[in-house]
């Protein structure tokens, strides 16, 4: 990451205590976007280092912020979940198709899986869980969670606060997301191109990219494969996913997402109506003191830049739209790596009641 982009750790240890210190965890996916994160939220809540195995296609080692350097080792294959034994509980920050195969597996060998991928998340026996809206959901039998994808989890979080006080009738989500959303590649193709646009030298080999066009520059609006309906699949996610982390099986969702060249953070601008008035003024008290979200009165904010490395769910712009009492519109901006995906996935962790 860029060293203005530094990972501010204030919320630290976030409920982790010495009995969590005591599991034996994997992250598998160490060397990617989330994974890294995930390493640095455990370490920057005292997890130890021997009690912590990080794992990703190939001999590595990562360096954290604090410039400790952290091995990973290669999983030699995704079909001997006994690789995992003596583990408590598994991270899993890897491809949906890699998750489908390592999740199943390590929960039938005992150890308790917390999955960032897509695989599991609309499957009815798998809890999907934003702590503060459906922390309670991790009561339930079953040692697979499933975390939900990065931009549902920002915009599920206000949206939450408003379906509980007013009842959410309909929720229009525009997405601006980041290029790290689409992972470490994605994250090393904007700084290649910014530094070739800007014409630095010492350019290097250039990387892989996961976008359909140049970034930089740009907007791209699909994110993910678009079905013959036209709607992409991270529209879809959004619209299954917050339906289901709600409890809203009824609820309309519609949704458009694009890419936009920022490093990290996504935002959104969300329309909404619902079934009984709003009061502007009592929805920003709730809005202000809900756990996760950070109400800002910026009328030109949040922005990803400020809010870059944070951990909250930053809303701002909350208004009234034309549509009546019962139509609203507020902006939110998270950032997509902690809160949209290893945060979140963290929190899970510690409310989870794993046998030490
Ligand atoms: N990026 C986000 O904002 C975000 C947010 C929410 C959820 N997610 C989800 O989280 C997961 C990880 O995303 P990411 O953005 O971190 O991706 P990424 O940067 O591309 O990292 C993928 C990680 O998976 C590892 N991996 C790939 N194939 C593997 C295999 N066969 N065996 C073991 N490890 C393997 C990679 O290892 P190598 O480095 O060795 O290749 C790398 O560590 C994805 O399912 C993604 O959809 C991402």
Redesign the pocket.
């Known amino acids: 990451m860029a060293s203005d982009f530094r990972t501010r750790t204030a919320g630290a240890p976030w409920g982790w205590d010495d009995a969590h210190r005591r599991l034996s965890i994997a992250v598998?996916?160490?060397?990617?976007?989330?994974?890294r994160e995930l390493v640095e939220l455990l370490v920057a809540a005292g997890h130890p280092a021997n009690r912590l195995d990080c794992?990703?296609?190939?001999y590595?080692k990562i360096e954290l912020e604090n410039r400790q350097k952290v091995p990973v080792r290669p999983?030699e294959t995704?079909q001997d979940a006994s690789a995992f034994s003596g583990f408590d509980l598994a991270f899993l920050?890897?491809?949906?198709e890699?998750?489908r195969v390592l999740g199943p597996a390590l929960s039938e060998f005992g150890v308790r899986v917390i999955d960032?991928?897509?695989a599991f998340r609309m499957r009815d026996d798998v809890p999907l869980v934003v702590p503060e809206i459906n922390g309670a959901e991790l009561a339930r039998e079953g040692r697979l969670v499933a975390?939900p994808?990065?931009t549902t989890a920002i915009a599920a979080l206000p949206l939450a606060v408003v379906d509980r006080e007013y009842g959410l009738d309909e929720v229009l989500v525009v997405s601006y997301q980041?290029a790290?959303?689409?992972?470490?590649?994605?994250l090393a193709t904007l700084t290649y191109e910014l530094r070739r646009e800007a014409g630095l030298p010492g350019l290097g080999s250039e990387p892989k990219s996961p976008f359909v066009a140049t970034l930089v520059n740009n907007v791209i609006p699909a994110i993910a494969e678009v079905d013959e309906r036209g709607t992409s699949g991270e529209e879809q996610k959004i619209q299954d996913e917050l339906r289901k982390i709600l409890g809203r099986p009824d609820l309309v969702v519609e949704s458009t997402t694009a890419r936009v060249p920022v490093e990290r953070c996504h935002s959104v601008a969300v329309h909404l109506k619902t079934k009984r008035d709003v009061d502007l003024r009592r929805l920003r008290e709730l809005l202000a003191r809900a756990p996760g979200l950070a109400l800002t009165d910026d009328p030109h904010g949040p922005r990803p830049r400020d809010c870059a490395g944070t951990d909250p769910v930053h809303v701002g712009r909350v208004r009234a739209g034309s549509r009546g009492s019962r139509s609203l519109c507020f902006f939110a901006v998270g950032d997509?790596?902690r809160k949209?995906?290893a945060l979140n996935a963290f929190q899970i962790a510690a409310r989870l009641s794993v046998e030490r």
């Open positions: 598998v996916g160490a060397t990617g976007a989330v994974g794992l990703a296609r190939r590595d999983l995704t920050c890897t491809p949906t890699i998750s960032l991928s897509s975390n994808n990065c980041a790290s959303g689409a992972g470490a590649p994605g997509q790596l949209g995906a």
